[in-house]
T-cell receptor
Framework: DTGVSQDPRHKITKRGQNVTFRCDPI?????LYWYRQTLGQGPEFLTY????????KSRLLSDRFSAERPKGSFSTLEIQRTEQGDSAMYLC?????????FGPGTRLTVT | DQQVKQNSPSLSVQEGRISILNCDYT??????FLWYKKYPAEGPTFLIS?????DKNEDGRFTVFLNKSAKHLSLHIVPSQPGDSAVYFC?????????FGAGTTVTVRA
């Protein structure tokens, strides 16, 4: 296992379109996290799963965002009706302890 | 509200000298602290961590110090090497969720 992977690495979409990102965690990790990072800022927590259960969602996460982790393995993050303010790097991380290990991220550009 | 702050956006240091990065936090419920390093177009890479019950943790060239009474932690890198040039993020954990600072860009000069 080589670490956390994310797909796609880059996504350009028009405002109003839906997009979906995938994250494959380190296989033995039971917790999976989604973060968003904008220029000049650190990553901001969006949501996390323990196995297949979604345990918490940030109040920053609007109703247009939804995440799933079927069977406690990979996870998807969907953004509906994208807005220009959604342009950011979306990072996934996985963990079995306090240390979280990040994937390379998906850079979303909404035009 | 920013619960974790890195007040120095950048740091320039000569190769071989010590780099000291600082971080302050406001939430006394944080129970674990971490430092991450990030290169452009990559995700953050875990560097070193410290539990709130300790005041120092060392791993090779990296040492993290925690002062709970001051709600302050620092990362020392010695000696600094050109490959250390990157953005460094301080993070604090509560209930296994991380809050990050805005990062400090370190440039190591030859």
């Amino acid at each position: 296992d080589t670490g956390v992977s994310q797909d796609p690495r880059h996504k350009i979409t028009k405002r109003g379109q839906n997009v979906t990102f995938r994250c494959d965690p380190i296989s033995e990790h039971n917790r999976l996290y989604w973060y968003r990072q904008t220029l000049g800022q650190g990553p901001e927590f969006l949501t996390y799963f323990q196995n297949e259960a979604q345990l918490e969602k940030s109040r920053l996460l609007s109703d247009r965002f939804s995440a799933e982790r079927p069977k406690g393995s990979f996870s998807t993050l969907e953004i509906q009706r994208t807005e220009q303010g959604d342009s950011a790097m979306y990072l996934c991380a996985s963990s079995n302890s306090y240390e979280q290990y990040f994937g390379p991220g998906t850079r979303l550009t909404v035009t | 509200d920013q619960q974790v702050k890195q007040n120095s956006p950048s740091l320039s240091v000569q190769e071989g000298r010590i780099s000291i990065l600082n971080c302050d936090y406001t939430n006394s419920m944080f129970d674990y602290f971490l430092w991450y390093k990030k290169y452009p177009a990559e995700g953050p890479t875990f560097l070193i961590s410290i539990s709130s019950i300790k005041d120092k943790n060392e791993d090779g060239r990296f040492t993290v110090f925690l002062n709970k009474s001051a709600k302050h932690l620092s990362l020392h890198i010695v000696p600094s090497q050109p490959g250390d040039s990157a953005v460094y993020f301080c993070a604090a954990s509560y209930d296994y969720k991380l809050s990050f600072g805005a990062g400090t860009t370190v440039t190591v000069r030859a």
